[in-house]
């Protein structure tokens, strides 16, 4: 999931084709319903985002009772209006009477605790849990941020590959090569083993022939291929990123039966050299994993090229190629720069993310982390 931030952004409106009293807000690459009239070009006005939870009053006030998702009717979720695919709220709630939007856009203000709005966080299975144990030498993964949120994320031009982003639940592998690698605690040899919810926190799963992570990572001999790249480049520590699929994970299954042997799709390596965190390029930690001769599974290339954003845009719709059969819907890509390197529009690295409309508007989908 992406990180959630309420802010304040610039419009641009365009005419809804099919209700002559809406009409369609972007942000960024977005666009959302909103009442004819109610805005124009070059205004600003809140942006609320998908997965955001938003409390009663802020709801009574914007006339959307009963209206939102979930069982609490507080969730935003992106839906079709009049055959127009709407995503996130703009509005200009009452509690920021007085602010200049403006202003607040270019200083990139944060609204959410102001406003109440709360990231939504479904709740985990108790078969993709269990115990956990503190690791401050766990190399965490980071959320990447939608591209039709940040569209400048990337320069026109920059050479980038795009993988496609396969529905299930992010599995962490970090291998300690050497004892105490960022504390005082780790052991050489190690392998901690985290979900994405409990690596933001620094805490690992406690090995467990029932744990689905763990079962995942010895399946597919994730542990022995961080230990050969961790020999291969020398590495105090490597953290090898995958998704974990199949029925029993997400709604999407990919062919797949998690109760069985979970299916895994790696999609990034890191490598921590004389206690610097290095990530690896697209092509690079790729190639890493190919090096080991292992055969570990990894998410599929659908693009390497110049970035072209309508070229990608149109790429993250269609159907999966994960399965080999086309049997679901594309969940989306991710982008990153052949290139490895900070990003200045998103704070981090230089990767986003598109997701297709059918993945959003589907129903009876899950989103565990």
């Not at 070009?41 to 998908?50: F, Q, R, T």
């Not at 009452?94 to 406003?115: R, S």
Request: net charge negative.
């Amino acid at each position: 999931m992406s990180t959630l931030r309420v802010t304040a952004e610039p419009l641009t409106i365009h005419v809804h084709p099919n209700a002559d009293a809406l009409e369609l807000a972007q942000v960024g690459l977005y666009r959302a319903v909103v009442a004819k009239g109610a805005f124009r070009s070059g205004d600003h006005a809140i942006y609320i985002p998908e997965q955001s939870v938003l409390p009663t009053e802020l709801i009574e006030e914007l006339g959307l009772t009963g209206r939102l998702a979930g069982s609490g009717k507080d969730r935003v979720k992106a839906v079709r209006l009049r055959g127009e695919l709407s995503q996130g709220i703009v509005c200009r709630p009452k509690a920021l009477d007085g602010v200049d939007l403006a202003a607040a856009h270019v200083a990139g203000e944060d609204f959410a605790e102001l406003l109440g709005v709360v990231k939504w966080m479904p709740p985990v299975p108790v078969s993709m849990s269990g115990d956990v144990v503190s690791a401050a030498d766990l190399l965490p993964w980071t959320d990447i941020e939608n591209i039709a949120r940040y569209p400048g994320i990337f320069e026109p031009g920059e050479p980038v590959s795009a993988t496609e982003k396969v529905h299930g639940t992010c599995c962490m592998l970090t291998y300690l090569a050497e004892a105490g690698g960022a504390s005082e605690h780790g052991k050489a040899g190690e392998f901690l083993v985290s979900s994405k919810g409990f690596g933001s926190k620094y805490l690992a799963l406690v090995e467990s022939d029932k744990n689905l992570y763990w079962r995942t990572v010895r399946a597919h001999r994730v542990p022995e291929a961080a230990a050969k790249i961790a020999e291969a480049y020398g590495a105090r520590r490597v953290g090898i990123y995958g998704e974990v699929y199949g029925k029993g994970v997400q709604d999407l299954a990919y062919g797949a039966n998690a109760q069985d042997t979970p299916g895994f799709a790696a999609f990034d390596v890191c490598v921590d050299i004389d206690g610097v965190v290095r990530w690896l390029g697209a092509p690079e930690w790729s190639q890493a994993l190919k090096d080991t001769g292992l055969e570990i599974p990894q998410v599929p290339t659908l693009y390497e090229g110049p970035y072209d954003e309508a070229l990608l845009l149109a790429l993250a719709s269609g159907k999966e190629t994960v399965s080999g059969t086309g049997a679901h819907i594309r969940e989306g890509i991710v982008v990153r720069s052949q290139r490895e390197h900070a990003n200045a529009v998103v704070g981090s690295r230089t990767i986003g993310k598109i997701v297709s409309a059918e993945y959003v508007t589907r129903s009876g989908g899950t989103e565990y982390e």
